[in-house]
């Protein structure tokens, strides 16, 4: 009788056990049919109608003594655009400093605000600062203290402040690995924790400070946006555990992908939710001008406009009432023509400025400001910026935007071939209601209108008599002088003139080596990049993408910019990843490497034999 009876209490308490949801697990909601208990020292909270939570009562919520003004998600939005991304900072690994930036100054924020942004995102990688495992997920307290620290660097300064969980999302916190109900509970947990510690290190900030959830969780199903719904559940129960002012602060809520589709198809607001809240999303569209793929170097049609509009509308239509924010977007001056980057960033702007969205460019420290330098690399794309999110329309010049076009134009520049004397050249501009007032050299000097230069509707014609002071027949190869045009309204614009010749290479082929970059010494001749590089075999096959063949001609057998190839200030180079696909074919591949002026003849041809 004392094994029956020691056996009904064993199994009576096996099943308390079994009917205790774990910590941070899900112990109700619609339809839930599973625990609905929770071990010690936990209880059930509802997270939103379809689920509610185990949640922790043990640590005591963090108390401020200060004072929070409140503000909407809405107030918030309006006020924080347009903002600037400290990109490949905090967000490296395993460290800061471990990329292309040395540890961030408070200089770099004095050079943010004087450069008119409103608002700063912080994005912050927090994978290689855990110092505890589960079930406390203890992250380094030095780590917390430099986040802390470099948030009041920029509130210090009258910034707002978006920080987040950056490229943890394709670390452990990405929700398309997990395989099991436990492997997602631990990923939940982890993240439960994070915030939890973040929230506390930072509850008593003022309210410019917005928290984001997570960076661009990865998804591609239905399931996936539903975890990453939960993650945002999870997201804000750890801000309002932690106390504070954290159940007042504007937080930034999140879809899949952080892209439009994915957003509108699968995000789901939480029920109840206490915080202003905004939901943010990036755009780096079109990818091929962008990235500067399969040689995509102009962009402004009609049919290129629609399709950005489009982008954007659709997040608005889906939530005519959410506060919005464009958390990243650019286009490089690294790597994009100016003329077609000026268009697309002044269309982007006003777009989403139209539909009351917030931007914050990206900006990974070699894109837009010279941190070191404190200057910016393109301020002609930073003062369109500025003007454009007041719905400011710009003046811009013109550049070739007909995908069948077999060479591409750009008002951006005027140039000059070596052996060519200079003639009158009319710069197409698209002037936006506005006129022209005036045009400068970099030394200050004010050229003389209908001298110097004259303008029609739609052109401006700088003449030969002016342009002879800096360009000849005989003048040796480069930029020659930068002119700045003011116009009525909007943002100042550049012209630059430049001298140009076909460069050369120090070599035209060589036999491949598997395993390492290829680097091909190049004296340029005009300006000092690649604008797009062309890959055959000998036998007529594309090395990449023969899809390609039904683009335009200046795009059949391009290859992708940085992942295909790359350049410097004297070399082409070809990556490893390049190289092997030779190797790999067996043939004799000749690579042309196209420069500005994209016209017929500006280029060098490179044959690499495997």
């Known amino acids: ?116 942004f409103k608002s700063v995102r912080i994005p912050v990688t927090y994978s290689d600062h ?41 670390n452990w916190a990405d929700v398309t690995k997990p395989t099991s109900d436990a492997d997602i509970q631990t990923l939940n947990d982890k993240f439960y924790n994070l915030w939890l510690q973040i929230g506390r290190k930072l509850a008593c900030k003022p309210n410019l400070i917005s928290f984001e959830s997570i960076n661009e969780p990865p998804a591609t199903t239905a399931d996936h946006g539903a ?103 650019d286009a490089s001056p690294l790597n994009t023509e100016p003329a077609a980057r000026w268009k697309w960033t002044d269309e982007f702007v006003r777009t989403a400025a139209e539909l009351n969205t917030a931007v914050v460019i990206w900006d990974n420290g070699l894109d837009h400001l010279d941190r070191n330098a404190h200057t910016w690399r393109d301020p002609t794309s930073l003062a369109i910026l500025n003007t454009a999110v007041k719905g400011t329309k710009n003046s811009l010049p013109d550049s070739t935007t007909d995908a069948s076009a077999t060479t591409q134009s750009s008002s951006a520049y005027v140039w000059n071939k070596v052996g060519t004397a200079p003639a009158d050249q009319t710069l197409p501009w698209l002037f936006n209601g506005n006129t022209l007032q005036s045009v400068k050299t970099s030394t200050g000097t004010t050229l003389a209108a209908n001298t110097d230069y004259t303008t029609s509707a739609s052109s401006i014609t700088f003449k030969a008599a002016f342009l002879s002071k800096y360009l000849s027949a005989t003048a040796a190869p480069g930029s020659k002088a930068n002119l700045t045009l003011a116009f009525s309204a909007g943002a100042t614009s550049q012209v630059e003139l430049v001298q140009w010749d076909v460069p050369v290479a120090s ?34 096959v594309y090395l990449f993408d023969d899809w390609t063949q039904y683009l335009g001609p200046l795009q059949q057998a391009r290859i992708t910019f940085n992942g295909q190839w790359n350049y410097d200030g004297g070399n082409i ?38």
């Open 227 to 329: 975890r990453i719904n939960t993650l945002n559940d999870l997201f804000l129960k750890a801000l309002a555990d932690s106390g504070g002012f954290n159940t007042r602060r504007v937080v930034n809520l999140v879809g899949g992908g952080m892209d439009a589709t994915k957003t509108t198809q699968w995000f789901k607001a939480p029920a109840s939710i206490k915080n202003p809240w905004v939901l943010h999303y990036h755009v780096y569209s079109p990818y091929d001008f962008i990235f500067s793929a399969w040689g995509k170097t102009i962009w402004g049609s009609d049919a290129d406009k629609a399709a950005m509009r489009n982008e954007m509308a659709i997040v608005r239509g889906n939530f005519t009432d959410v506060p919005l924010v464009i958390g990243e977007f």
């Open 573 to 610: 180079i070809l990556p490893s990843a390049t190289v092997q696909a030779v190797v790999s074919a067996g043939k004799a591949t000749t690579f042309t490497f196209e420069f500005y002026p994209r016209v017929p003849g500006n280029n060098i041809t490179y044959a690499l034999n495997p």
């Open 507 to 540: 070599a035209t082929s060589s036999k491949a080596v598997a395993g390492a970059d290829l680097k091909i010494p190049v004296t340029y001749k005009g300006l000092k990049t690649v604008a797009a590089v062309k890959a055959l075999r000998s036998d007529g």
């Open 1 to 116: 009788m004392r094994s029956d009876i020691s056996l009904a209490v064993l199994l009576a308490l096996a099943q308390t056990i079994f009917a205790q949801q774990t910590p941070y697990g899900q112990c109700g909601g619609s339809g839930w049919t599973g625990p609905t208990t929770c071990t010690a020292g936990w209880h059930c909270e509802k997270a939103n109608d379809c689920r509610s939570l185990s949640s922790s009562a043990s640590a005591a919520p963090t108390a401020c003594s200060g004072s929070f003004s409140d503000i909407s998600g809405a107030d918030y939005v309006k006020a924080m655009s347009p903002g600037w991304n400290l990109g490949n900072t905090l967000d490296a690994i395993p460290n800061e400093g471990s990329w292309n930036n040395p540890p961030v100054v408070e200089k770099t924020f004095d050079d943010v605000k004087a450069a008119g």
């Open 130 to 170: 855990f110092t505890g495992a589960a079930p406390n997920y203890t992250v380094d307290a030095a780590w917390l203290q430099r986040v802390s620290d470099v948030v009041d660097m920029a509130t210090a300064r009258g910034l707002y402040v978006l920080t987040n969980v950056h490229h943890d999302s394709w």
